[in-house]
């Protein structure tokens, strides 16, 4: 195939990667670059539970009572150690009726100052919007099909955009007195040439969450038997609700008849640790946010966003003996490296910095599909809104391969563009209109008329 082919080709994916892409990628942009404070966000809603007086504290054991006397029946499944002496210590339980859950905030001399529904806090509800646009199993599929497609639209770009002995001008930097036209086009290509590593990472990293792509690599996780243990990450529409199993609250083990005598051993136990926050401590039988309950031991368990600090312990629940320590050097490379992906996607690896790397990457994405769209409405011929396909598409053999390299890295990415290429042969070169606006040679019934 001629250099030509191959450029017009790539040119016209491009196009389609956009047209689908851009609403997206400015959708999971915007939400993204707010999720990235989570802690913030977090802290924030809570600030009414925070910096509160330490004289006459009373035990964990007392401050559970005080929560489960609020909610007659609710079964206990957490207590989070506070953030810092004088915050309130987060009592989670589970409702006696239903799937529901509250987050009960007792103040260190035993108060109950007020709770929260965990499934409509202010980041959650961002991590649903995100994760699958807040309708389910439908929306994670979008979004995955957002997301592959936009790591096709972001190599597809490079290629274009290289400079190929043109100089840096235009590509690494823009020309600024070259006209407007020229400007939207060095805005688009030189922000894509530096966002794409970025973006490419921010992508890549957000796969294991995804539901097609997420649990083909569990499967291959497990049947390869390269890794034992249970992955600590969810994906599909679980990921949307992490945290909160609704099947396991139900058969979480009731408060009534329940010794949880040991919860203040066991809180003290976690402050010796001195674990990253948050820390939780959870009763036997408790469900967990990732993984079966937590079986006939006590847990003490850090569930830092910054993944590599975090760590499990359990305790036998009559000697109080530690039982095992999993720390983060203990998990097999292959899940380091995962976590390692989600606590940069989530902005926690390092802090404040990657908080803000992550949202100078989404406000430049939103860059590239604004002055995407402007550059495009500025050249494109009257009555034409894609790249006109290259001829004898017969002898593309190059683009062949290229989809078989997408089939294995990016299946539902492979699946929609094999759905595309049939219906813009069968359907859309059917149609006028849309085979005029497409750049398609009319066939069938479009030539009959």
Known sequence: MSDGRLYRTIWRWHFYAGLFVVPMVLVLALTGSIYLFKPQ??????????????????????????ALATTPGASFHAYRLPERPGDAAMIHLGLPEGPGMLDVFVSPQGQVLGSLDPTERLSETIKRLHGSLMIGRFGDWLVELAASWAIVMIATGLYLWWPRGRGAAGA?????????????????????????????????TGLPWAGVWGSAFAAARAELGLVSGQQNWATGAQAVHAGHDHAAMLNAPRSPGQDFSRLTLYVSEAEAR????????????????????????WTVKSEAQN??????LAFDPATGEELSHERFADKHPIDRVVN????????????????????ATALMLMTLCVSGIVMWRRRKPVGLGAPPPPAESNRLRGVAVIVLALAVLLPLMALSLAVLLVLERLVLARVPPLARWLGLRPTGLAMRG
């Open 41 to 66: 966000l977090d802290r924030w809603e809570e600030r009414d539970f925070r910096g509160l007086s330490t004289a006459a504290a009373v035990s964990p054991n007392r401050q559970l009572e005080a």
């Open 172 to 204: 690494i930097w823009p020309r600024l007195h070259a006209g407007r036209r020229v400007f939207w086009r060095d805005l688009h290509a030189v922000t894509g040439v530096w966002v794409s590593g970025l973006a490419l990472v921010l992508l890549l």
């Open 274 to 297: 001195t674990l990253a926050f948050p820390v939780l401590v959870l009763p036997p039988g408790a469900p967990q946010t990732f993984g079966p309950p937590t079986g006939q031991v």
């Open 307 to 312: 993944r590599p600090l975090m760590e499990t």
């Open 340 to 359: 390692y992906g989600i606590a940069w996607h989530e902005g926690q690896l390092f802090g404040l910095l990657n908080q803000l790397i992550g949202v």
